[in-house]
């Protein structure tokens, strides 16, 4: 299909005078076409038009918006390897890579599909009227969930299909019942033109209103400011960087109506190896942290950003393993010329730190925007907040902790983050039980004996954790339960039976899960 650069406002396509081009990271040259920038007025349109989209599409039943949901799956494989070539053009990332993610990002789709149709996702309730209770009756009480209204999704630079135009943010906001307006991240345009093509096919296959969706690219911050900052919309998925996400709250928060912002920013994602766990296998826990660490050239949310390991006579087994898988690991081109940068000054902190040692770095190259591995070490007693900072790509710092109560001291100091990582043995149990009430205090998903890069898509999985991994530790952005960012409860009071939602009426309850005076059903 042959890009056209316009913007999708509903299913207009829509050309501006500004436009902007996207770079290929791998050989540093622009790539056409140029793409249109939205403006104000844009802003305004795609708006309006999702406001007006909100009634209908929310009323629309569970299977009709099931059925919705993979239609876009279906659209967006049809495209075939045209949408994987322009993502590698865009991003640097493998085709093997593009492949697995475009897997993911329809299978997720699919997944809310199955997520509507059971249907336990609207939170039934319900509290039958006690007419005879004493000393006062009551009333016939039943609760739903209902969606929250038009949502604004940011597309993230290191996932271009999986968290972008057709990722996690949108399915799961769609799934609700809320239209969506996609801001296209600046770096990949054509490949989110194609997946919003996808999109708005879907749309006018299924016959929904056109403001369920559309994509407003630009290289300015103004345009996600001004969409954050729009009454019309009532939520906001984002991934990115901290400073973006906290830019992007603060707008939301100083709003007349103040919304939430679901953003998840920054994490270092801690690996704690504890002593049986080294004893058995520090060489190969050196060479399996170095490939979790520059897989994706280490541009992961979940990168192993920090290793604690307690001194004994196996951590130089594991440091000395892991720098030498290091030496060997070629530099991979990273997502953007900016992000490499970003990447080479945070490393260049860290080398120039007079507490951090510097252990190993990648091997060499010449290629554009490829970034060096680099591994660093620290005692414990010297890590600070600015050791501690996330460096986005293949830089880690390993924290060599003198005993237990210098390893607790450490793991108290840490902001939230995404995931913590236990290596153990059964030796090691009670003094990982001892960490578990800290690590759940400040982690979203503890794992054990694996590392954290790779986030399975399910019902049960967290993909959050206390600022700043999430502006709301209190959600998911992967997984089911992402859906519930986008709803709200509503409490229907002695309404008859011709007036409740059809999940609520009387003859509905043996077809929803719901809780029964308290007893859940299904």
Known sequence: MPLTGQLFIGRERVATSQTFRAANPTTASLIDPPFSSAGAAEVERACQLASEA????????????????????????ALGDELLERANAESGLPLARLTGERGRTVGQLRLFADELRKGGWQGVRIDPAMPDRKPLPRADLRQRKVPLGPVVVFGASNFPLAFSVAGGDTASALAAGCPVIVKGHSAHPGTSELVAQAISEAVAQCGLHPGVFSLLNGDKRDLGAGLVADPRIKAVGFTGSR????????????????IPVYAEMSSVNPVLLLPGALAARAEALGKEFVGSLTMGSGQFCTNPGLVFALE??????????????????????????????????????????????TIARGADTQGANCGRGALFSVPAGALTHEIAEEVFGASSVIVRCANEAELVDALEKLEGQLTATLHVTEQDYPIAQKLLPTLERKVGRILANGWPTGVEVSHAMVHGGPYPATSDSRTTSVGTLAIERFLRPVCYQDLPDALLPPALKRDAQSATPHRFDGVYRS
């Open 243 to 258: 400073g973006g996400g906290v830019a992007l709250m603060k707008i939301a928060a100083a709003r007349k109506e103040p």
């Open 54 to 77: 909100f009634d209908q599409y929310r009323a629309l039943d569970n299977e009709t918006r099931a059925k919705f949901l993979e239609t876009i799956g279906d659209r967006i494989m």
């Open 312 to 357: 004994g006579p196996h951590v130089d087994t594991f440091i000395q393993s892991a720098a030498a898988a290091l030496g060997g690991a070629a530099p991979q081109v990273m997502l953007t010329a900016g992000i490499y940068d970003a990447f080479q000054k945070g490393v260049d902190r860290l080398a120039t730190n007079k507490s951090v040692k």
